[in-house]
């Protein structure tokens, strides 16, 4: 089965780039450079024959920067998740695409993917506006709703944490947003093992999923586990003592259960995870 990767030197793309080097799928990627999603010139690179799934890693992910630059965020989030889209219905390719909890409304308790939508900041807009054109072109997906995603690589909390801890002997985190963080690794290892287990038609329940690795915790306590074994305080403050451009939610914590049982696969809780992300880092 040959793969199609886009958006291949952003976090989850680089773990795609892991992941297919012990899988027995046949992966090609292509980065920002080599392939812009939302430039219909890129599209007449590819050949078609040779793909079986297109997977779509690439993203405007500056949640703040989003509020400001709304057309870059649509350019990116919208148009290039339709032209992906458009490409995949065209050739009858299935696509592979990833949003965000920030897609949900309000919520108190785990978050399952019928859950109310209201996105709460402009970048969460944007998913789900790039969702929207993903369902209405008749491509068959998998649509992958994921949050507070963390690596090795790229940038993220648990990078952001180490690099201030190296920096600072005090950090304060904010103690009054909950959430689920996800390894990309896991989401990664997760995509590339239903691929492997699919049959030759590639029948899958395709759709909308959830995922997120087990356990809610809040971004405070999410830095104490990272910075468990530094020197450094890590001090509570609530989210009105750190102001940002966008919105984010105070419960977002994704409930994974619908991917669980649907492609019999077990998410790992969160301090598993992180503990390996760790031991990479
Ligand atoms: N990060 C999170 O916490 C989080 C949470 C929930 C959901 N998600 C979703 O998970 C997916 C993966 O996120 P991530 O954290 O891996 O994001 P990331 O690290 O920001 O990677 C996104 C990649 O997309 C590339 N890109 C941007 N515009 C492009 C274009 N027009 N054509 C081709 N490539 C383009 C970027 O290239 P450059 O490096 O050149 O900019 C970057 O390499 C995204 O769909 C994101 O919305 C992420």
């Known amino acids: 089965m040959n793969i199609a990767v ?14 297919s080097r012990e899988s027995t799928l046949c992966y090609t990627f292509y980065n920002r450079d080599q392939f812009d999603i939302s430039d219909p010139f890129s599209f007449t690179e590819l050949n078609p024959p040779d793909i079986d799934v297109l997977i779509n890693c690439a993203a405007y992910t500056a949640v703040d920067q989003a509020e400001e630059d709304r057309s870059t965020a649509d350019r990116i989030n919208v148009t290039g998740a339709k032209m992906l ?10 696509l592979i695409h990833f949003s965000t909890d920030y897609v949900y409304g309000k919520a108190s308790e785990p978050i399952s993917e019928d859950q109310e939508i209201d996105p ?6 944007s998913k789900w506006n790039g969702e ?17 995603l963390y690596s090795e690589y790229g940038h993220n909390f648990v990078k952001t944490m180490l690099r201030l801890a190296i920096q600072h002997d005090k950090i304060k985190v904010v103690h ?13 290892r997760a995509v590339d093992q239903i691929l492997r287990s699919a049959d030759d038609d590639l029948e899958l329940p395709w759709g909308i999923y959830n995922f ?15 910075l468990k074994d530094k020197a450094v ?12 451009l966008a919105v984010r939610p ?21 301090q598993e995870s992180l503990e390996r992300c760790m031991e990479k880092i």
């Open 6 to 19: 886009f958006g291949a030197n952003g976090q989850l793309g680089r773990c795609f780039r892991d992941v």
């Open 85 to 94: 889209a458009d490409f995949g219905v065209l050739h009858n390719i299935p």
């Open 120 to 125: 709460v900041n402009y970048y969460g807009q």
């Open 132 to 148: 929207e054109e993903i369902r209405k072109s008749g491509v068959s997906h998998l649509i992958i709703r994921t949050s507070w």
């Open 176 to 188: 009054d947003q909950t959430g689920s963080p996800t390894y990309a690794q896991d989401l990664a």
């Open 212 to 226: 997120a690795n087990h356990g809610a915790i809040t971004w405070h306590r999410f830095a104490v586990e990272i």
């Open 233 to 244: 305080l890590v001090k509570p403050i609530p989210t009105s003592d750190y102001p940002t």
């Open 250 to 270: 105070a419960y977002s914590v994704l409930d994974p259960s619908k991917f669980e049982h649907a492609f019999g696969i077990d998410i790992p809780q969160w």
